[in-house]
């Protein structure tokens, strides 16, 4: 069965700094891996996912993310945060057998300040 | 719809009630999950419907817990003797379909159960 760890359950950093949320996974059988972010008082909404290919993948909001699957291992990052990025981040990962069934860390709050 | 809908979004029940759950998935989206986050933890899978076939149940806490689907539309979440345990946000989602993982899942803002 797959698991998620999300290493940090809080991050506090300054404005414009550069900011990386970690995540590992465990599963025996191949993967994709999603990043959701929760907004104070709003709904679960996709950042980004890997689903195959490249390693680097894009999100909405200047995110990223990067698949590595010798270190089980998909860590996101921005280069400078804002103070709108502050939301509580959730990394998942489902199974190619089974992908309707997703697997959810405990979450990382991300709070950026002035 | 224009997003998934649930209700009610605030639910307070006596310990040992039964309690229903609602949701509304985006129209067209044969995929329906249930989720429930409780506090300061991430999401625990509950069950998810693809269509027409078997739902996988295979996330429901006790047999306390049932869902169903009615039409491949709304679906209800059931808790029966509720215990204080059960207190979370219940999330419901939808998507396209569930068997390509390329479908964004699109989350309902929740309903938060207090077991009193």
């Known amino acids: 069965a797959q698991s998620v760890t999300q290493l940090d359950s809080q991050v506090p950093v300054f404005e414009e700094a550069p900011v990386e949320l970690r995540c590992n996974y465990s599963s025996s059988v191949s993967v994709y891996l999603f990043w959701y972010v929760q907004y104070p008082n709003q709904g679960l909404q996709l950042l980004l996912k890997?689903?195959?290919?490249?390693?680097l993948v894009k999100g909405i909001n200047g995110f990223e993310a990067e698949f590595n699957k010798s270190q089980t291992s998909f860590h996101l990052r921005k280069p400078s945060v804002h103070i709108s990025d502050t939301a509580e981040y959730f990394c998942a990962v489902s199974e190619s057998t089974n992908a309707g069934k997703s697997t959810f860390g405990d979450g990382t709050t991300l709070t950026v300040k002035p | 719809g224009a997003g998934v809908s649930q209700s009610p979004s605030n639910k307070v029940t006596e310990k040992g009630k039964d309690v229903e759950l609602r949701c509304d998935p985006i129209?067209?989206?044969?995929?329906l999950y249930w989720y429930r986050q409780s506090l300061g933890q991430g999401l625990e899978f509950l069950i998810y419907?693809?269509?027409?076939?078997?739902?996988?149940k295979s996330g429901l806490p006790s047999d306390r817990f049932s869902a169903e689907r009615t039409g491949g539309s709304v679906s209800t979440l059931t808790i029966q003797r509720t215990q204080q345990e059960d207190s979370a946000v219940y999330l419901c989602?939808?998507?396209?379909?569930?068997?390509?993982?390329?479908?964004?899942?699109?989350f309902g803002e929740g309903s938060w159960l207090t077991v009193v």
């Open positions: 989602a939808s998507s396209y379909n569930s068997w390509n993982p390329g479908n964004t899942i699109y």
């Open positions: 890997y689903l195959s290919g490249s390693t």
């Open positions: 129209s067209g989206h044969t995929a």
């Open positions: 419907f693809q269509g027409n076939s078997a739902p996988d």
